[in-house]
């Protein structure tokens, strides 16, 4: 029982949940408005672990300014992505709609192709960085500075992207797209515009999610496939296209997750997951919180 | 010659040259055939259900995972044969079991569930192993790599002739109304769940069965090889190359994927992947009913021309 309610417990379940919760709403943000499952979302956070690593190694880059870089090269890698690829299918109806109907199958092409890459330019080998190792105490908490950082950095863009949503011009145009993509068309929203910027915001996340992954753990070339099966868990349990619903699902996950370990042992860990994960497919598949649609 | 002829015809040349292979050779190339024949066993079983229907699995290592457990399981107690038998059985019954409620999930949601659920039993599997205190399971007299070797080829045979039948069949018919609008065929009386079960069920037998065999081959069982989910992935590639709604495809679509590990997979595995990937997205975009699809293409233009 001590354990359950200890502190650390607590800031280990806010740090899983933090990251669950950032990469849940990237993910999210590409599917609710464009209907495409980026399987290769883990890579694009492998990607941006890579840029701190080798900007902190080789370039003793302070790793948060890394991290900002990190989001950066991601968003800019996502908008060139959805220029050279994805603009002009756009243009053909049919090749939309096969890009559709086979998302997973092709971005699990661009999964396979990112991870070998990596593996041919960095070898397979873990690397990692000690960077912040010292522990801070807060009261009866003691945690290591970096996973601190990886809360707060972390919360604060989840925030920073629910605020863009709900404020600004852009944020309006996306919730009208993930509600009515034509009708949105119809009311004079640039579609392709903000599918780009769509594609930059939801890239940068996974980016940025991916520094503050290598502040605290190895990064490796197929360190992103758990990554994406997480992230996949949080936005079917938060429902499809429902990016409030990622945030809470995500720091849900991050509790389940933990307490469920703590209270059993590490080896249910991945059973725990996929459990919750079909369990909600197969009983609610429009998500905790979405409304039930016909679909 | 008459052209309905020429397929079977050059299907039974293949199996025959299949089974007359260990005559020639015992060594490296046996065992390139039997991997060839296994893949082709996998993949025309996937096709029954998600060739067809448009369900696609994305967890058909779970019925090679348990097709191989049945038989560790098994092993030294019942013959070999039985288990073989007994491994496709169960698969039969778990693909029900799961099919009744996961077929009713559609598009996307349908090929993550499936995976998740193979995952899932993969780590069940791993925790019951860990909870029996086993950590991998030797096989102690296997038999010869020979025998194994027309067990899979027959496989092979039994489910290229199941896909066959049933894309020739009233049950064929109705897995295409599926996948071209489920809502229609209902409509229009077709017993959907029921077929899509079905299908799932016989797309599930020879997988187990495969699986059951390979394990003897390996001599060695242990969870997390024998349901990688690397396997579900390459049976949906090979199908995707091949062309999933034609029996020509996934044996095209293996020899293709054979071509290719056999040059790359050795020397440079990452290159391997890289181009199985580029493929894979060149496929679907581009060529989406596969070479075998292609092929016909191809065929009745050149048809077409040389009436002109």
């Known amino acids: ?295 | 010659m008459n052209r309905t002829a020429i397929l079977p015809l050059v299907l039974a040349i293949l199996f025959a040259a299949g089974l007359l292979l260990p005559a020639l050779t015992t060594g490296y190339w046996l065992g390139v055939a039997l991997t060839f024949f296994m893949w082709v066993g996998l993949v025309q079983s996937w096709v029954i259900l998600s060739g067809l229907t448009g369900y696609l699995s994305l967890g058909h290592a779970v019925f090679y995972g348990l097709g191989a457990y049945v038989m560790v399981l098994t092993w030294g107690q019942v013959p070999f044969e039985l288990a073989i038998l007994g491994a496709g059985l169960a698969c039969v019954l778990l693909a029900v079991a799961i099919g009744v409620p996961c077929l009713r999930v559609r598009g996307p949601y349908f090929v993550i569930l499936t995976f998740g659920v193979s995952e899932l039993v993969k780590f069940i599997v791993v925790n019951i192993e860990a909870g029996l205190g086993r950590a991998g399971r030797l096989i102690f007299g296997a038999p010869l790599i020979e025998t194994l070797y027309y067990w899979i080829v027959i496989l092979a045979l039994v489910a290229t002739a199941l896909a066959f039948l049933v894309s020739h069949s009233r049950l064929g018919s109705g897995l295409r109304a599926i996948r071209e609008d489920e809502t229609a065929a209902e409509t229009t009386g077709v017993p959907v769940t029921r077929l899509k079960v079905i299908a799932f069920a016989l797309s599930a037998f020879v997988p187990g069965m495969v699986g059951a065999v390979m394990v003897l081959r390996t001599t060695y069982f242990e969870t997390i090889h024998v349901f990688n989910p690397i396997t579900s992935f390459t049976i949906v590639t090979i199908a995707i190359i091949g062309g999933s709604d034609d029996v020509r495809g996934p044996i095209l679509g293996a020899a293709f994927l054979m071509i290719l590990s056999e040059t790359l997979l050795v020397n440079a595995p990452e290159i391997y992947m890289i181009i199985l990937g580029a493929l894979l997205i060149l496929f679907v975009l581009l060529v989406p009913k596969g070479i075998a699809g292609g092929l016909t293409g191809l065929i009745a233009r050149r048809r077409r021309e040389a009436g002109s």
């Not at chain 1, 992230?231 to 996950?253: D, H, K």
């Open chain 1, 1 to 295: 029982m001590d354990l359950l309610l200890s502190p650390q417990l607590l800031a280990s379940a806010l740090v899983l949940g933090t990251l669950y919760a950032l990469l849940a709403l990237g993910l999210n943000l590409i599917y609710g408005t464009m209907r495409l499952l980026n399987i290769a979302h883990g890579e694009i956070v492998m990607i941006g672990g890579y840029v701190v690593y080798w900007g902190f190694t080789l370039a003793s880059l302070n790793p948060f300014i890394a991290t900002v870089a990190a989001a950066l090269a991601a968003a800019l890698l996502g908008v060139a992505l959805f220029g050279s690829v994805l603009r002009p299918m756009l243009r053909s109806g049919e090749l939309m709609a096969r890009v559709e109907a086979n998302s997973l199958l092709i971005f699990f092409g661009v999964s396979v192709i990112l991870q070998n890459l990596a593996a041919l330019a960095f070898t397979a080998s873990p690397r990692g960085i000690s960077f912040l190792d010292e522990i801070i105490e807060i009261g009866a908490l003691r945690i290591g500075a970096d996973r601190l950082v990886v809360i707060i950095v972390g919360l604060a863009a989840c925030f920073g992207c629910l605020a863009l949503f709900r404020l600004t011009t852009l944020g309006l145009a996306i919730r009208a797209i993930i509600q009515q993509r034509d009708a949105a068309a119809l009311v004079g929203i640039d579609i392709t515009r903000t599918n780009m910027a769509v594609f930059a915001l939801g890239f940068g996340v996974a980016g940025l999610a991916g520094g503050l992954v290598a502040m605290i753990e190895q990064v490796s070339p197929f360190m992103g496939f758990p990554y994406t099966i997480a992230a996949f868990i949080v936005i079917i349990l938060g429902g499809l296209g429902n990016l409030t619903g990622s945030l809470v699902g995500g720091l849900l996950l991050g509790v389940v997750e933990t307490y469920g370990v703590a209270l059993t042992s590490a080896s249910y860990r991945s059973i725990l997951l996929y459990g919750v994960f079909i369990a909600i497919l197969l009983i609610r598949p429009e998500g905790l919180f979405g409304k039930r649609r016909q679909r």
